[in-house]
């Protein structure tokens, strides 16, 4: 019998060339998309899982409070290293505490080889101990033990060394520390939140920046001074909600309590707290205001997940739908079979295996256009997205794709042909019964839904992108380049700046601590007097540090008071400038009521408030305005701003090239325009949305080809009908109308279920930009035409090929 169904089976393939072509094909698109978005999800899933101890690491992350109510106000990743110690003390299930100092852009120099890295740090001896990292090179225990050593990444060996061995020689950064390469670790996985290109001894920043009360690396107190990663790998037996509950009894106990302006006593329990969190949730789960790379979003996992599957089933219901509209042509088959004794679990499981014979060349030609479609989609995503069928996890999921494909399309239709009853076969019965075709309407409306669901939330997230690009951000975004300053360029700064700025193509030059797109992470704190009242840090109000010519070189408007200038010497040690979002939060309503009012910041500087800019987004458009206080200070600079005038940039960047070799030679201009780093900021989403329309596309034509097999079924049905409307008078329009409408009705009721879910996600997903665009009813309308189009466009080849037959021959037709 075995014999009997795969010979049954393939004959009826062969025979309905057309409708197997169009199972085979939807099926293999489906489970391409399937399993291209299954290597998506698994990468997305595999970060940080490389660890030894990865379900034992934790990062701590600082948490302040909005105190009056508790809620998280905003949540950063990095912490005062001194509290390092104190934990180590209060919490034994602590094994090893490591610090990590981002030190960001450097210059690292050997020989005649001088490049900018990005990916340097200093870190503690024992981060071998937390952490996997595999030395080549070296001894883990005592490579970081001693100042000024070094550990650099195997690509880093090579890229300075080539094929010399690493080990002992000396690598030079911003031409003023020296390191010995005390070992040569293998590459950080591109599946890490974090990658280490040069891990320099933490205890080298005791040498470089002293220790004192004062010292943010080794004495300071203060919680607010955030600038090291802390990584913790606790015990196998730790309870970790049991450490998160007397993390507020701890801080009450190490900090001192304030009183805020209302004379009320705050608890360090009550503004600031500690999180821990796994190592390997950071990915996808994190949203510190300062993270050290760019994360992926678990929401964007579970999306595109959701939209595998779904695409699946618009395939699986392709097959569904035809085998059961062809159920007639089969009729005959499974009554003379039941009449000869057949039981109706052999007719079952006959159609079934029909139904997997067909998922398996489906799944052939699906690892097919994987394997050609691969290597686009990896560079698209940006990652290695490797089909590895060694894998057994990734062979496993294959095999489930196949199963589930093949139960989904198959269980229905085998059901569905074998409760056929013999004398109703007989009797011609079986064309009378409904339910069939109500479900494959039902089938057909859920196909189109989901369609719509996808071209509204392509809508929705290009005009989300569209708003990003385009939306005032307070500043002028074009033809301003930048590019990182180093120690000598600020050292010749008052020799660099008239040289640059010579050029008549270049208009302004500054330089800062940061730049807008960065992020907004310290908050040293702040005292101002407004209309004789005193108020000591009533709110949390970032620092901007800059030099002259910053609100002038980035176009941003001061709208009361005046901008910094070198005609006032003493704005370079007692000017402020507050943003309107910063007046405010003082409660006034006139930027002019500000200026003039006496401030002092943390660290000891006093002055007054000179002017007020208007707002401005210096981080991205998922974060709110906050108040900002900007005063002149080239401590920790490292950007260097120039604004070009409009035209080809090539010169100016020349002439800026040649002053940078004049006062720092060797030095790699390596530049940026803002509105690149504007473009970066919404990478993510920007690729996402790419993903979501192909992915969309697709589903769209899967669909569609259903839509396409079930039209040309139901114009075969209605041979005879078409041919007595012809002798009757009927136009060819009207013909194609009357087989259209039916279609048309579905997709119209499509769009009225799609539409409320669509409104809930995608109003759900703006939620997480600060400022957005609204959702607009002409991308639903838009929507309802564009699948109206796309079905009637499907049908309509069709209808209009039966509408023109002979009618002759539609007679002649049985």
């Not at 379900?55 to 949540?75: F, K, M, N, P, T």
């Not at 033809?479 to 010579?502: C, E, G, H, T």
């Not at 596309?697 to 259903?706: K, N």
Request: neutral net charge; proline residues 4%; aromatic residues 12%.
């Amino acid at each position: 019998m075995l014999k009997n169904y795969l010979k049954i089976a393939i004959r009826t393939i062969l025979k309905q060339k057309s409708y197997s072509l169009i199972n085979i094909a939807g099926l293999a698109l489906g489970m391409m998309v399937c399993i291209l978005i299954l290597l998506y999800v698994q990468y997305e899933l595999s970060f940080d899982r490389h660890h030894v101890h990865k379900d034992r690491i934790y990062r701590i992350e600082r948490i302040h409070l909005q105190w009056s109510d508790g809620s998280v106000a905003l949540r950063r990743a990095t912490l005062a290293p001194s509290f390092i110690p104190l934990l180590e003390d209060d919490f034994p299930q602590i094994e090893h505490a490591v610090r990590i100092f981002d030190a960001g852009e450097g210059m690292v120099s050997y020989e005649h080889r001088r490049f900018v890295e990005n990916h340097i740090f200093f870190a503690e001896h024992d981060i071998f101990e937390v952490f996997t990292i595999p030395l080549i090179q070296g001894d883990p225990e005592r490579a970081l033990e001693s100042p000024n050593n070094m550990v650099i990444s195997q690509s880093m060996a090579e890229k300075y060394f080539g094929q010399d061995d690493a080990v002992g020689k000396q690598l030079l950064v911003d031409d003023r520390l020296l390191f010995n390469v005390t070992g040569v670790m293998e590459d950080t996985p591109q599946n890490s939140h974090i990658h280490f290109d040069f891990l320099a001894s933490y205890i080298t920043l005791k040498g470089f920046y002293g220790e004192g009360e004062n010292d943010y690396f080794w004495g300071s107190t203060n919680f607010s001074d955030n600038v090291v990663l802390v990584y913790a790998r606790l015990s196998e037996s730790t309870d970790i909600d049991d450490i998160t509950a007397r993390i507020p009894e701890f801080l009450d106990r190490r900090l001192q309590s304030w009183q805020n302006d209302q004379g009320i006593t705050v608890l360090p329990s009550q503004s600031d707290g500690l999180g821990f969190r796994k190592v390997p949730d950071i990915h996808l789960h994190s949203r510190t205001t300062n993270e050290v790379e760019p994360n992926s979003d678990i929401r964007y996992v579970r999306l595109f997940a959701i939209i595998a599957l779904f695409i699946l089933l618009i395939a699986c219901i392709n097959f569904m739908n035809l085998s059961t509209a062809r159920a007639i042509k089969r009729a005959r088959e499974v009554g003379l079979r039941k009449v000869v004794g057949a039981y109706r679990r052999m007719l079952v499981f006959q159609f079934l295996g029909e139904s997997f014979l067909i998922a398996l060349c489906a799944m052939v030609l699906a690892l097919v256009l994987v394997m050609l479609v691969l290597p686009f989609f990896s560079a698209f995503c940006g990652h290695d997205l490797g089909l590895r069928l060694a894998d057994p996890l990734q062979v496993l999921r294959i095999v489930v794709v196949f199963l589930f494909t093949g139960l989904a399309a198959g269980l229905y239709p085998a059901f569905y042909l074998s409760v056929f009853q013999p004398s109703a076969i007989l009797r011609g019965e079986i064309t009378r019964g409904i339910r069939g075709a109500v479900f494959r309407k039902g089938l057909v409306v859920f196909q189109f839904a989901i369609s719509v669901v996808l071209i509204i939330g392509v809508g929705v997230v290009y005009g989300q992108m569209d708003f990003l690009r385009n939306t005032d951000l307070g500043y002028q975004r074009e033809n301003i380049l930048m590019f990182p300053a180093d120690a000598v360029l600020k050292q010749n700064w008052r020799s660099v700046k008239p040289a640059l700025a010579r050029h008549p193509g270049i208009l302004s030059v500054t330089m800062s601590k940061r730049a807008p797109t960065g992020g907004l992470h310290d908050a040293p704190g702040f005292a101002i007097e407004i209309n004789g009242e005193a108020l000591n840090n009533p709110f949390h109000m970032p620092h901007n540090r800059v030099e002259h010519d910053f609100f002038r070189t980035y176009g941003m408007q001061i709208v009361a008071g005046r901008d910094f200038s070198v005609a006032h010497p003493t704005d370079s040690t007692k000017a402020f400038i507050l943003n309107q979002m910063a007046v405010r939060s003082l409660g006034l309503e006139n930027p002019d009521d500000v200026v003039g009012e006496p401030v002092e910041v943390s660290g000891g500087r006093k002055g007054r408030v000179i002017g007020v800019v208007r707002d401005f987004h210096y981080e991205s458009l998922r974060r709110q305005i906050v108040p900002i206080i900007t005063y002149i200070s080239l401590r920790g600079a490292n950007t260097i701003a120039v604004r070009l005038a409009p035209g080809n940039p090539k010169e100016k960047i020349d002439h800026i090239q040649s002053v940078i070799d004049q006062y720092h030679p060797g030095f790699p201009l390596n530049y940026t325009f803002l509105d690149e780093r504007i473009d970066a900021l919404y990478r993510n989403e920007a690729r996402m949305m790419e993903m979501f329309g192909y992915f969309s596309m697709l589903a769209i034509f899967i669909a569609c080809l259903g839509l396409f097999g079930l039209a040309s079924f139901t114009a075969e049905r209605k041979t005879k009908e078409i041919g007595i409307r012809k002798v009757l008078g009927a136009s060819v329009p009207g013909i194609t109308l009357v087989l259209s409408k039916e279609f048309t009705k579905w997709v119209v009721l499509a769009n009225l279920i799609a539409w409320p879910v669509a409104f809930y996600a995608m109003n759900q997903w703006l939620q997480g930009f600060a400022y957005r665009d609204e959702l607009n009813i002409w991308t639903f309308v838009l929507s309802a035409i564009l699948s109206l189009l796309i079905a009637l466009l499907t049908v309509s080849y069709q209808s209009v090929r039966a509408a023109l037959a002979n009618p002759v021959d539609a007679l002649k037709y049985e």
